[in-house]
């Protein structure tokens, strides 16, 4: 099946620093990606659709000018948490739409982010 | 409100048994039903996948089977084994719109 790298796997971060999580689909070209945020035992919270060479699509509640998307180019979208906090912790996952028909949501390896 | 909703959120199988998940949906314009297996600190991987105009999809060990009069769909591990333990979801789409469910944490026991 198609592959989604993310990087990094894990970080590491102070308390007022900014974090940024990669995500490429390495075999396939993918117009839309997908951003989630998933606390422990917890289902997939979706935080934004990230969309090639325009603006990303936010759902309600996410801060838009704290979690930064950035969608360059059709096999890579960034995710930067700005001036990240202790509550922003979590394991975040990028996913991305490939296959045959398109119709296939394929998931990076996701980010343990720890903000201290 | 819940598009997907997901039973049981645990399952303990003895190895070699049948674990069995099950998923309810309410929106009748969903079009790919799909099934992700998880492992801790892993993303999702998409185990299986199935379309409404199919009432069975088999791989290996793993089964979808799909009621569209009833807006279920279930996924059947047979021959269930230690290494399938893992945390399992489903999901409904129609376009970009995916929606999961909140999953279920599967035991084998060996």
């Known amino acids: 099946g198609a592959v989604v790298s993310q990087h990094p796997s894990w970080v590491i971060c102070k308390s007022g620093t900014s974090v940024k999580i990669e995500c490429r689909s390495l075999?396939?070209?993918?117009?839309?990606m997908f951003w989630y945020r998933q606390f422990p035992k917890q289902s997939l919270m979706l935080m934004a659709t990230s969309n090639e060479g325009s603006k990303a699509t936010y759902e309600q509640g996410v801060e838009k000018d704290k979690f930064l998307i950035n969608h360059a180019s059709l096999t890579l979208s960034t995710l930067t948490v700005t001036s990240a906090h202790p509550e922003d912790s979590s394991f975040y996952i990028c996913s991305a739409r490939g296959g045959m028909g398109n119709e296939k949501l394929f998931f990076g390896s996701g980010t343990q982010l720890s903000v201290l | 409100q819940q598009q997907v909703k997901q039973s049981p959120q645990s399952l303990i199988v003895q190895k070699g048994g049948i674990s069995i998940i099950n998923c309810a949906y309410e929106?009748?314009?969903?079009?790919?039903f799909p099934w992700y297996q998880q492992f801790p600190g892993k993303g999702p991987a998409l185990l299986i996948a199935?379309?409404?105009?199919?009432s069975e999809k088999k791989e290996g060990r793993f089964t979808i089977s799909f009621n569209k009069s009833a807006k279920q769909f279930s996924l059947h591990i047979m021959d269930s084994q230690p290494g399938d333990s893992a945390t399992y979801f489903c999901a409904a789409s129609k376009g970009n719109q995916f929606y999961f469910g909140t999953g279920t944490s599967l035991t084998v026991i060996p």
């Open positions: 929106n009748t314009a969903f079009d790919y």
């Open positions: 199935i379309r409404p105009d199919v």
């Open positions: 075999d396939f070209q993918a117009t839309t």
